[in-house]
């Protein structure tokens, strides 16, 4: 896949890490890039990473060999819809998006399947934004591909090898399998994270004891809830069914853990440990 003219809709820490990683395979290649504020913008030219220091109009985009949506999921939806007049039948559309099932049934109701590759890298930070983001974050990641009925799966094949020279990692699997999986093992650690924190916040001392003695423990499972709300707003309400299929599940193993903690049964406490130390 010889890549010539890449576009960004977002530059944020995942659109500014795939574009640096992109300069680093082939510095030859053309990077242009819309993002929400122009200051994106002129750090990203300033920075070399891309040809243009301010907004471009969506038309320019339809002629790119390559186009990255990089928003929060319902905005990457919009941006679809917006730049199918302008998208050439060989241009390649493709998302970092984590949420999959909508953007493919638009996708797919818009006649664009054979040119769109759902794509989600699995990196990230508790930081947001272009400031953060660095080639290194695609070094070793799994990047999942998804696909359905219509799409092309000799593109998707060309594609992979495209992630494989950003030193990434590609998984194919159906956008169905890819939004249960990442709701198990990024969308509802995220809840479960931001409902912890909440909890201990709203059971705080006077005095602050809880925040004050908070530490490593805490800090591990709860450091992700610092990531930016509008885009757990948006995965929430775009991956809710299999969000609440794990809420649901992990409910019952609370229910095990609560059980067994009621009735001090130390069996019961070993094994449920041992299970999940194992």
Known sequence: MKI??????????????????I???????????????????IDAYNEGVILNNDFLPLEEFGSFDLIFLCSPVKINIDYV??????????????????????????????????????GHPMTGSEKIGYSHS?????????????SDENTNMDLISEFSDFVKELKSIPITMS????????????????????????????NETQDSILKTIAAGGFKDITRISSSSPIMWQ?????NKDEILKLISLYTKQLDSFKNAISTSDETALMELFTSAKD
């Open 175 to 202: 956008y169905q399998t890819h939004d249960f999986a990442t709701a198990a093992i990024s969308h509802f650690p995220h809840v479960m994270s931001a409902a912890l924190v909440n909890l201990v916040k709203e």
């Open 134 to 146: 660095a080639s290194l974050l695609m070094e070793n990641a799994y990047y999942i591909l998804t």
């Open 4 to 21: 010539k003219t890449v576009g960004f809709i977002g530059l944020g820490l995942i659109g500014g890490s795939i574009a640096k990683a």
């Open 234 to 238: 948006n995965i929430c309400v775009e």
């Open 81 to 118: 819809r917006k730049l199918k007049p302008f998208l050439q039948t060989n241009c390649i559309l493709t998302d970092v998006g984590s949420v999959k099932g909508d953007i493919h049934k638009e996708i797919k109701s818009l006649g664009l399947s054979s040119q769109f590759i759902g």
């Open 23 to 41: 300069l680093e395979y082939d510095p030859t290649v053309k990077i242009y890039a819309h993002a929400f504020h122009k200051e994106t913008l």
